[in-house]
């Protein structure tokens, strides 16, 4: 065997082994783990809406919600916000209109009048400018002076009993981030829905292991004091958000029990222009907390690594995969492992071109995730361009 076939071998090897267990190991690893050091969930007693004695000793909450031509959900979100178990006197919302050129604000001062609204503070802060979502967030924190900030999108609706059980985890003081399940209501894939699934079940176990990596915008909870402010060009915030507060040194708790809940259907068509600026946004997270990378961070670093850092990698691990074997046709196990990549690749392409395919399940689930790896290169690269441009 020639010098040049070993070094494809091992191209091959290391790659294939990476991508095998960046979908198959670190969760069954996770699983493993999580059997054995299972946190015990937060458990509240049925506060009912009623006044009890613990009332004045809950920390207070400001939720703030970032709205942008969101008529169609702006009255939803404020009567699920209203509706949320908490002592009045401890929570006010906050929802901030970022240069809406529908109805959202006129829509959301006439719903905070309707008597579902009376004992919960509102205030509807209109911007006449659009300046994006992450200029408003450090905006509205410089005036927050709760105990802790809740930070919940407008399509998402939350679970009646949700800031009980996410303020009770912060009675232990490591504890910085609380971040809870996130559903949809309709999916636009079974695809979709598995991912989902999927996730929801990482980051659980994730958060036994060590703690929970990254949050969703959909819904999640931090200490106020320890937020920073964020650059202008952040894209994924509610990733370097709760994370920067990881790299101080506090944790972030996940709890099954906390449910935030998407309305909007997605479109495949809108999933990928969406999953295109996560992508971007994940290759800006890495560069941006390459700290969390480090040993010093022990399963943190781990988890870092084998979730978001692999993730990142998997499209160039593929390519890798792919190419090593193609060169390497002439032995009979490297000529069916390419050609196998192959027909996993031409299954997601035909469900591209058939979409009715994606009805089954393990064509939709394969293209799913294919389409995911896709967005994760050219967002990635695309964000490594326009960031060495300027």
């Keep these: 065997m020639s010098t040049y076939h070993a070094i494809l071998i091992t191209v091959f090897t290391v790659a294939s082994f990476l991508i095998i267990y960046h979908h198959v190991g670190y969760p069954l690893l996770l699983k493993l783990i999580a059997k054995r050091t299972a946190k015990q969930e937060a458990t509240v007693a049925g506060r009912h809406f009623q006044h009890t004695a613990q009332d004045n000793e809950r920390p207070s909450i400001t939720i703030v919600i970032p709205a942008y031509n969101e008529e169609e959900w702006i009255a939803d979100k404020i009567r699920n916000t209203a509706s ?15 240069g809406c050129s529908d109805q959202t604000v006129n829509v959301a001062t ?6 579902i609204c009376a004992d919960t503070l509102f205030e509807v802060v209109e911007h006449k400018q659009n300046r994006g979502k992450v200029a408003i967030i450090n905006e509205a ?8 900030t809740v930070l919940s999108d407008v399509t998402s609706l939350i679970s009646i009993d949700a800031l009980l059980i996410a303020e009770s985890h912060f009675q232990n003081e490591q504890v910085g981030v609380v971040n809870g399940t996130y559903s949809l209501f309709d999916c636009g894939s079974e ?8 996730q929801s079940s990482i980051k659980s176990a994730e958060a036994n292991l060590a703690t929970s990596i990254g949050s969703h915008g959909a819904f999640y909870v931090f200490r106020s004091h320890l937020f920073q402010p964020l650059a202008s060009n952040s ?17 972030a708790d996940y709890d ?10 997605t479109q495949l068509s809108d999933d990928f222009a969406r999953r295109l600026r996560i992508s971007a946004g994940n290759m800006q997270q890495a560069i941006t907390l390459i700290g969390l990378f480090h040993p010093k961070f022990k399963a943190i670093a781990f988890a870092f690594f084998s979730g978001k850092g692999l993730r990142l990698l998997m499209p160039y691990l593929m390519f890798a995969t792919l190419v090593s074997s193609a060169l390497l046709q002439q032995y009979a196990v490297f000529q069916v492992a390419f050609y196998l990549q192959l ?4 299954t997601s392409l035909i469900c591209w071109v058939c979409p009715p395919l994606l009805s089954f ?13 896709t967005a994760n290169l050219i967002g990635g690269l695309r964000y490594l361009v326009i960031k060495n441009s300027h």
């Design 84 to 98: 949320l178990d908490y002592p009045a006197q401890k929570l006010s919302v906050k929802i901030i209109c970022d």
């Design 110 to 115: 006439a719903t905070i009048q309707e008597a």
């Design 141 to 148: 924190m410089e005036s927050i002076q709760s105990d802790l």
């Design 191 to 198: 695809g979709e829905e598995k991912y989902w699934q999927y």
């Design 235 to 251: 894209i994924n915030d509610d990733f370097i958000l709760p994370m920067r507060i990881v790299e101080k040194g506090y944790l």
């Design 256 to 265: 099954t029990n906390v449910i935030a809940t998407e309305m909007q259907p």
């Design 343 to 346: 027909a996993v690749y031409a």
């Design 361 to 373: 399940k393990p064509f939709g689930l394969i293209h799913y995730i294919l389409l995911g790896h």
